[in-house]
């Protein structure tokens, strides 16, 4: 963090004396420019860049001064920049005259020493300007630092929210799995316990390896997915049926990381332990336009509620999986809940298709 204020300002520092430089220069150049409509001798050339060489430096003394009068009061700092601009000004006027008459008038004595001050006001008007230029570069300056922090804040904020409903899931899946694996215990089924135990350990250790706020590629999300339905499997066994339809040219589409099985434990949870017999899942995923489309159904015995409370409340998988899009895409997703034919429930997602190559 220091090293980046220590580059911003050397870079500030930079951004001065270039424009000091280039302004300098261009105020002789447009007075040479000037002069070539009058016959002037070339010595005059001379006396311009003595001139905008003096103005050189005489601005630069006042940057210093206006730094530290930065805090004051606006009273104050309208008093000091008059004050400073008229004596740097008429510092200016003296140096300049006095080049003009030593150089191009052969040593020319003016009559009165007031003489000297001669095109002071004018000059008065081009410190004038410079202090304006000086105060609405460090003003925009800071306005754009101001910026740069508000978004910094809002970014940190936003990374912050997708962490939290990314973690939020690992506590709700982990009781249900944990309790799964109580349940077996008590039981004396041991050794699908530990089949199920093994099983958790590669999900969460998946987990913790991707982080909450990136997306990953759908192949490896399918992937983690796979991982929770072998543990799943070991619960129902033959009841559980899962099938996977994904096109092969949305396998490197992006997507976030483990936002699937929220669902897919959703659809176990009312579809497949409400039947007897057991059921169905399918999965599947396409291109749908410039849109990733993905659709998870099942064969239970659907939704009891309208659907339309449903999307907007929904449960803890729902929810989370709604407001996970949201925070990552705003309003360029779709996240649609409608009942499967000939029986169940489906849940179909779009959001923009972004492949790998592209991040």
């Known amino acids: 963090m220091l090293n980046n204020w220590k580059t911003l300002l050397d870079d500030r520092n930079r951004f001065f004396w270039v424009l000091q430089a280039a302004g300098w220069s261009g105020y002789a150049l447009v007075h040479y ?14 006396i311009l860049l003595l001139g905008a060489y003096a103005g050189f430096l005489l601005t630069v003394p006042l940057r210093y001064l206006y730094r530290r009068i930065w805090d004051a009061s606006p009273w104050l700092l309208i008093i000091v920049v008059l004050a400073a ?26 009559d009165s020493n007031w003489f000297y001050f001669k095109n002071t006001i004018a000059k008065f008007y081009i410190m004038l300007s410079w202090s304006g230029l000086y105060f609405g570069i460090k003003y925009y300056q ?85 991982l929770y339905l072998d543990i799943e499997k070991v619960r129902f066994d033959e009841r559980l049926q899962v099938n996977f339809e994904i096109d092969e040219d949305v396998q490197k589409a992006l997507v976030p990381s483990l936002f699937l099985q929220p669902l897919i434990e959703n659809s176990i949870k009312y579809a497949i332990a409400k039947l007897e017999e057991g059921g169905e899942i399918t999965i599947r995923a396409q291109r749908f336009s410039e ?23 929904g449960g803890v998988g729902l929810a989370n999986t709604r407001e996970r899009l949201q925070a990552l895409y705003g309003k360029n997703y779709s996240f649609t809940l409608t009942a499967n034919k000939p029986r169940g429930f489906r849940i179909e997602i779009r959001i923009p298709l972004e492949q790998v190559e592209q991040a």
């Open 142 to 226: 800071m306005l754009q630092d101001e910026k740069e922090k508000a978004l910094m804040a809002t970014s940190m904020a936003h990374q912050a929210q997708l962490k939290m409903l990314r973690y939020q899931l690992n506590p709700h899946f982990l009781f249900n799995t944990l309790n799964a694996i109580s349940t077996l215990i008590l039981v004396k089924e041991n050794e699908l316990a530990n089949r199920m135990m093994s099983k958790l350990s590669l999900f969460l250790r998946f987990s913790l390896d991707n982080e909450p706020i990136k997306k990953i590629p759908l192949e490896r999300e399918l992937d983690a997915l796979r």
């Open 291 to 313: 849109d990733l489309l993905i659709t998870v159904a099942d064969n239970g015995p659907g939704c009891t509620k309208p659907l339309e409370t449903l999307t907007k409340a």
């Open 85 to 110: 601009s008229y004596i740097s000004a008429a510092l200016w006027a003296v140096v300049d005259n006095a080049t003009y008459w030593e150089i191009y008038k052969f040593g020319f004595s003016p």
């Open 33 to 46: 420019i000037g002069s070539l409509m009058h016959e002037m001798r070339d010595i005059y050339a001379l």
